[in-house]
C-alpha cells in the first residue's frame, strides 16, 4: 500500500510537469464520427454547471460509446498500477516524510548519489565527474575492451525492466538510453570503490568513509543483483572464484561497517569460510539490506505479535525493583533475555555513524519488513528502557552501552528520538516487557531491592547493617534479662 501511495505522488508530479506546456491550449483529439461530436456537443452543454449527468443522453449508441470510453479509461489505469509481483520485487525507496523529517541529514547522502532518487542533487553533482575518471581508468584497464563494455551494457539493457521495478518510483522521465548509463556508471564506480577499499588508489583517504557512509542510505542504492553481475562480468574468467571473491569484498567493507559501531566483530577470513555468511550475502537485495542481514545473523525466533505489551519502566526503575543487569556475549543485539530477575542484554557499542545506520534500516523495515521489524522492536524497547541520562549511565555502568558520544545525554537523546513517527503496533519483545513489567509490579521485590539497595549497598554498609542488627538483638536480650531481675 505505502509502495502505491507514493508511486501514485510521484505519477502526480510527473503527469502535471507534463500537461504544463499544454495549460490553456484546446487539444484536437481528431475525432470525425457523429457519436463524437455529440460528446462533445454534450461536453459543451455541461460547461460551467456544477455536475454533468449522462443519465439523461436519450441516444443509445451515445451512451454505449461514452461507457466503452470510461471502461478504456479504468483499464488504462489500472495497467499503470504496480503488480504484485512488482510490490514483491521493490526494495528501494524513498524515506517517508514522517521519519526523514526527524533528521534528514540522516538519509541524505553527503558525498556521492547511487542511482535515480538523488540523481539531480545539485550539491553532490561534483562527485559525477569522479565516477567518470573511474569508468575512463576502468575501461583502459587489461583486459577490458570494446566487446566487453557492450556485453556490459547488454547485460544492464536486459534488466533495466527489474532493476526500475525495485524502485518504488518509476522514473518514467529519465529515458532508457540515460538510466542504463547510470546504472552502468555507478555500478563500476562501486566496484572500484570495494576493490581499492583496503589500498586507495584513485580515491582519496578521507573519502572512503564518507563514501562508505553514502553506500549504506536505503535512498542510495543498486539491485545487489547487478552489481555482482557485473563484476562477474569483468572477471567472467575466474568462474566460480569469482563470486567468493566479490563475497570477501563486500563483507569486509560492510561486516567490518557493522563491527564498528553494532557489536558485530566479524573478521575477513571468517566471512569468506562461513558458509551461512556467503549466503546472507546472496539474499539481500542491497547494501542497506545486508547490513540489516548482519544484524539479525544469529537471532533468536521470536514471535511477532499485534498490540503488544510494551515496557513501562525504565532502567532506573527496574533496578528499584531489584531487576539485575547483565552484558552478554552475544553478538547479536536483538538477542535479549529476561530470566529469574536479570535481565540479559548484548552489548551496544554507539559512535557518530550509529544513527545513520540504524536510521536507514529501521527505514528499510517500515517500508519492506513491517511484519518483521526486528531492529525497530529493538529500538523501541531500548526507547523504553531508557528515559533519561541517568538510565545510559546505569547501562553504562553495568557494561551493556560503550558509546564515544561524550555525554550521556546525547546518547539518551538519540535514542528516545529513534522512534519518533514510527508506529507500534507490531513488536517481537512483547512478552518479555510484560514478564519484566509483573516484576516490577510487585511488592515483595519492591521491599526486597529496597532492603538490599539501602542497607546492603556494598559490603562495608552490609557489615554494619549485620553489627547493628547484632548490637540490637544483644541489647534486646540484656533488656528483657534485667526486667526479670527486678522481678
Given at each position: 500500500?505505502?509502495?502505491?501511495?507514493?508511486?501514485?505522488?510521484?505519477?502526480?508530479?510527473?503527469?502535471?510537469e507534463?500537461?504544463?506546456?499544454?495549460?490553456?491550449k484546446?487539444?484536437d483529439?481528431?475525432?470525425?464520427?457523429?457519436?463524437?461530436?455529440?460528446?462533445?456537443?454534450?461536453?459543451?452543454?455541461?460547461?460551467?454547471?456544477?455536475?454533468?449527468?449522462?443519465?439523461?443522453?436519450?441516444?443509445?449508441?451515445?451512451?454505449?460509446?461514452?461507457?466503452?470510453?470510461?471502461?478504456?479509461?479504468?483499464?488504462?489505469?489500472?495497467?499503470?498500477?504496480?503488480?504484485?509481483?512488482?510490490?514483491?520485487?521493490?526494495?528501494?525507496?524513498?524515506?517517508?516524510?514522517?521519519?526523514?523529517?526527524?533528521?534528514?541529514?540522516?538519509?541524505?547522502?553527503?558525498?556521492?548519489?547511487?542511482?535515480?532518487?538523488?540523481?539531480?542533487?545539485?550539491?553532490?553533482?561534483?562527485?559525477?565527474?569522479?565516477?567518470?575518471?573511474?569508468?575512463?581508468?576502468?575501461?583502459e584497464?587489461?583486459?577490458?575492451n570494446?566487446?566487453?563494455i557492450?556485453?556490459?551494457?547488454?547485460?544492464?539493457?536486459?534488466?533495466?525492466?527489474?532493476?526500475?521495478?525495485?524502485?518504488?518510483?518509476?522514473?518514467?522521465?529519465?529515458?532508457?538510453?540515460?538510466?542504463?548509463?547510470?546504472?552502468?556508471?555507478?555500478?563500476?564506480?562501486?566496484?572500484?570503490?570495494?576493490?581499492?577499499?583496503?589500498?586507495?588508489?584513485?580515491?582519496e583517504?578521507?573519502?572512503?568513509?564518507?563514501?562508505r557512509?553514502?553506500?549504506?542510505?536505503?535512498?542510495?542504492?543498486?539491485?545487489?543483483?547487478?552489481?555482482?553481475?557485473?563484476?562477474?562480468?569483468?572477471n567472467?574468467?575466474?568462474?566460480?572464484?569469482?563470486?567468493?571473491?566479490?563475497?570477501?569484498?563486500?563483507?569486509?567493507?560492510?561486516g567490518?561497517?557493522?563491527?564498528?559501531?553494532?557489536?558485530?566483530?566479524?573478521?575477513?577470513?571468517?566471512?569468506?569460510?562461513?558458509?551461512e555468511?556467503?549466503?546472507?550475502?546472496?539474499?539481500?537485495?542491497?547494501?542497506?539490506?545486508?547490513?540489516?542481514s548482519?544484524?539479525?545473523?544469529?537471532?533468536?525466533?521470536?514471535?511477532?505479535s499485534?498490540?503488544?505489551i510494551?515496557?513501562?519502566?525504565?532502567?532506573?526503575?527496574?533496578?528499584?525493583?531489584?531487576?539485575?543487569?547483565?552484558?552478554?556475549?552475544?553478538?547479536?543485539?536483538?538477542?535479549?533475555?529476561?530470566?529469574k530477575?536479570v535481565?540479559?542484554?548484548?552489548?551496544?557499542?554507539?559512535?557518530?555513524?550509529?544513527?545513520?545506520?540504524?536510521?536507514?534500516?529501521?527505514?528499510?523495515?517500515?517500508?519492506?519488513?513491517?511484519?518483521?521489524?526486528?531492529?525497530?522492536?529493538?529500538?523501541?524497547?531500548?526507547?523504553?528502557?531508557?528515559?533519561?541520562?541517568?538510565?545510559?549511565?546505569?547501562?553504562?555502568?553495568?557494561?551493556?552501552?560503550?558509546?564515544?558520544?561524550?555525554?550521556?545525554?546525547?546518547?539518551s537523546?538519540?535514542?528516545?528520538?529513534?522512534?519518533?513517527?514510527?508506529?507500534?503496533?507490531?513488536?517481537?519483545?512483547?512478552?518479555?516487557?510484560?514478564?519484566?513489567?509483573?516484576?516490577?509490579?510487585?511488592?515483595?521485590?519492591?521491599?526486597?531491592?529496597?532492603?538490599?539497595?539501602?542497607?546492603?549497598?556494598?559490603?562495608?554498609r552490609?557489615?554494619?547493617?549485620?553489627?547493628?542488627?547484632?548490637?540490637?538483638?544483644?541489647?534486646?536480650?540484656?533488656?528483657?534479662?534485667?526486667?526479670?531481675l527486678?522481678?
Amino acid at each position: 500500500m505505502k509502495n502505491d501511495v507514493e508511486q501514485a505522488r510521484a505519477s502526480n508530479m510527473e503527469d502535471d510537469e507534463s500537461s504544463a506546456p499544454n495549460k490553456g491550449k484546446v487539444i484536437d483529439v481528431g475525432s470525425d464520427s457523429d457519436i463524437d461530436k455529440d460528446i462533445n456537443n454534450l461536453s459543451a452543454s455541461n460547461k460551467g454547471k456544477d455536475t454533468a449527468s449522462t443519465s439523461s443522453i436519450s441516444n443509445p449508441e451515445l451512451k454505449i460509446e461514452i461507457t466503452s470510453r470510461i471502461l478504456e479509461q479504468l483499464h488504462d489505469k489500472m495497467e499503470g498500477m504496480t503488480s504484485q509481483q512488482d510490490r514483491a520485487d521493490c526494495c528501494i525507496y524513498r524515506v517517508p516524510k514522517s521519519l526523514r523529517g526527524v533528521n534528514w541529514k540522516a538519509n541524505t547522502p553527503l558525498l556521492i548519489s547511487i542511482g535515480p532518487l538523488h540523481r539531480e542533487t545539485k550539491r553532490i553533482e561534483a562527485m559525477q565527474n569522479h565516477k567518470w575518471r573511474c569508468f575512463k581508468e576502468f575501461t583502459e584497464q587489461d583486459g577490458m575492451n570494446e566487446e566487453k563494455i557492450r556485453d556490459l551494457v547488454i547485460s544492464i539493457q536486459n534488466k533495466e525492466k527489474h532493476i526500475r521495478i525495485c524502485h518504488s518510483e518509476k522514473f518514467n522521465r529519465i529515458s532508457s538510453c540515460d538510466f542504463i548509463e547510470m546504472i552502468l556508471l555507478d555500478a563500476v564506480f562501486i566496484i572500484k570503490f570495494l576493490n581499492e577499499y583496503q589500498q586507495p588508489n584513485h580515491f582519496e583517504r578521507r573519502m572512503m568513509f564518507d563514501i562508505r557512509e553514502d553506500l549504506i542510505l536505503l535512498e542510495n542504492q543498486l539491485p545487489f543483483s547487478i552489481i555482482r553481475d557485473i563484476y562477474q562480468e569483468i572477471n567472467r574468467d575466474l568462474q566460480d572464484a569469482t563470486w567468493e571473491s566479490f563475497l570477501d569484498l563486500v563483507t569486509y567493507v560492510f561486516g567490518k561497517h557493522t563491527g564498528d559501531i553494532a557489536t558485530f566483530h566479524f573478521e575477513k577470513h571468517k566471512f569468506s569460510q562461513v558458509a551461512e555468511t556467503r549466503q546472507i550475502v546472496k539474499g539481500s537485495k542491497h547494501f542497506t539490506d545486508l547490513l540489516r542481514s548482519f544484524m539479525l545473523k544469529g537471532s533468536i525466533e521470536r514471535r511477532y505479535s499485534f498490540n503488544p505489551i510494551k515496557l513501562k519502566y525504565s532502567a532506573v526503575m527496574l533496578r528499584k525493583a531489584g531487576v539485575k543487569f547483565q552484558v552478554t556475549q552475544d553478538k547479536c543485539l536483538v538477542n535479549i533475555k529476561f530470566e529469574k530477575g536479570v535481565l540479559k542484554i548484548p552489548r551496544l557499542e554507539v559512535d557518530h555513524s550509529f544513527e545513520r545506520l540504524v536510521r536507514n534500516i529501521m527505514a528499510l523495515e517500515q517500508c519492506c519488513y513491517q511484519r518483521e521489524a526486528y531492529v525497530c522492536s529493538y529500538i523501541k524497547f531500548m526507547d523504553h528502557l531508557i528515559d533519561s541520562a541517568e538510565d545510559v549511565g546505569l547501562l553504562v555502568r553495568k557494561g551493556i552501552i560503550l558509546h564515544w558520544l561524550g555525554d550521556d545525554a546525547a546518547l539518551s537523546n538519540m535514542i528516545n528520538k529513534f522512534c519518533e513517527n514510527i508506529g507500534d503496533n507490531y513488536s517481537c519483545f512483547g512478552h518479555i516487557s510484560r514478564k519484566i513489567n509483573s516484576h516490577y509490579e510487585s511488592r515483595f521485590n519492591h521491599t526486597k531491592a529496597s532492603l538490599k539497595l539501602i542497607y546492603f549497598a556494598n559490603i562495608w554498609r552490609g557489615t554494619a547493617t549485620v553489627a547493628a542488627a547484632i548490637l540490637l538483638i544483644l541489647t534486646f536480650i540484656q533488656t528483657i534479662s534485667s526486667v526479670k531481675l527486678l522481678f
